[in-house]
């Protein structure tokens, strides 16, 4: 069993776990505690008879800003588990396997793993505040969560690219027109957009409805589980690298990275 920290909020209403991320003074930024809470959550859920659809989704007018950077600085320094261990790899590995539909609901900034985790889910709803980046190359990082497999594959690899190495931030209708976002609504319904998928799902005969979604995601979950790895791996060394040092001192310093000298 994981204690819930405050900053993950889940709670369940007819067939639908809500998973929140509230974390306001830091941008919903993720700590390994609230990675552990969220992948209990999907995994109970998934076991639970009275779960049908999880849905993800931020709070604030903020999706995540992705990984706590000053978590990335102590795991760096050797300070933390192991990066198969860790609990972002077991919330992102379990992210293909996720045995029961999984719907984003993304309202301001995705950034990082708040965009990677997206690419696993089977439906993702956004506002017109929201904003996709993923500056990993910039934190001398690199895609993580099978991301440099699946975005490729979902939008191309020139899109791809701009998205994940160039570090473009993709708006909402940019997203959209991607094929990473089903449908762009209001602010004030994006809730009950992504409630209404769920529930429509939760409402599906549920043998019917597994197997018609493991005929969609089955085939593809060991390549995806694969590189997942391999990128887990080359990810855990680029965080000691004298790159990603300067980067996260940086941003701690609140300063542009200067890669000149390195
Ligand atoms: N990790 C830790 N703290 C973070 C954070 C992160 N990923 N993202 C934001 N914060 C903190 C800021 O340090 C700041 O804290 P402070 O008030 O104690 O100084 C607070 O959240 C507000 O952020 P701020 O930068 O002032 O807000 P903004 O609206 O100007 O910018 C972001 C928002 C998300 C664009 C910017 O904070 C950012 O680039 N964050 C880093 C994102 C990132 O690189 N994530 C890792 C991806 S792999």
Known sequence: MVDTPDEIEISCEDGVQVIRIVRPDKKNAL?????????????????????RAHIITGSGG??????????FMSRASGDAAPVGASPVHQFIS??????????????????????????????????????????????????EAASSLLIPRR??????????VLGEPFPADRAREAGLVNAVVA??????????????????????????RDLMRGACVDEIVERLEVESCLFGERMSSPEAREAFQAFVEKRPADFTKL
């Open 155 to 164: 939008m191309g690899h020139t899109r791809a690219f701009e998205m994940l």
């Open 94 to 143: 379990y992210l293909p396997r996720v045995e029961k539909p999984l719907i984003a609901a993304v309202d301001g900034l995705a950034v990082g793993v708040g965009v990677t985790m997206l690419f696993h889910c089977d439906l993702v709803y956004a506002t017109p505040s929201a904003r996709f980046l993923t500056p990993f190359l910039d934190l001398g990082l690199l895609p």
């Open 31 to 51: 700590l390994p505690a609230m990675y552990a809470a969220m992948h209990q959550a999907l995994v109970d859920g998934d076991a639970s008879a009275d779960v």
């Open 187 to 212: 602010a004030d319904e994006l809730e009950a957009t992504a409630r209404g998928a769920a529930g429509r799902l939760a409402a599906k005969p549920p043998a019917a409805l597994k197997t018609a």
């Open 62 to 71: 903020v999706f995540t800003a992705g990984n706590d950077i000053k978590d």
